[in-house]
Nanobody
Framework: QVQLVESGGGLVQAGGSLRLSCAAS????????MGWFRQAPGKEREFVAAITASGARTRYVDSVKGRFTISRDNAKNMVYLQMNSLKSEDTANYYCARSIYGGVAATSAPEYVYWGQGTQVTVSA
């Protein structure tokens, strides 16, 4: 079974930055695309960013384009989400997930099969 563990969440002022990390177990990490999703209280889980297995292609939800950057280090089984110019609307629990695909940066939850437990990001005004 694949395990994903997120870290790096916390409290930050609007306009600030934060970097989230996701550590993955398993020997086939480099074969799969990875993604980040977020969920605020009372809201549906929302796609944030995705990256293909090789890191060649990335995809972002419109609201974070130009502010967030997803990256990966296959030698370390790690995925990152660099978040800059944070806004109060970014406040949510952020989840790391493994896709069923390798060469596609999928944007919907049903296209991911393994999930971490989440890390909380709170942006104050």
């Amino acid at each position: 079974q694949v395990q994903l563990v997120e870290s790096g969440g916390g409290l930050v002022q609007a306009g600030g930055s934060l970097r989230l990390s996701c550590a993955a177990s398993g020997r086939t990490f480099s074969s799969y695309a990875m993604g980040w999703f977020r969920q605020a209280p009372g809201k549906e889980r929302e796609f944030v960013a995705a990256i293909t297995a090789s890191g060649a292609r990335t995809r972002y939800v419109d609201s974070v384009k130009g502010r967030f950057t997803i990256s990966r280090d296959n030698a370390k089984n790690m995925v990152y989400l660099q978040m800059n110019s944070l806004k109060s609307e970014d406040t949510a629990n952020y989840y790391c997930a493994r896709s069923i695909y390798g060469g596609v940066a999928a944007t919907s939850a049903p296209e991911y099969v393994y999930w971490g437990q989440g890390t909380q990001v709170t942006v104050s005004a």
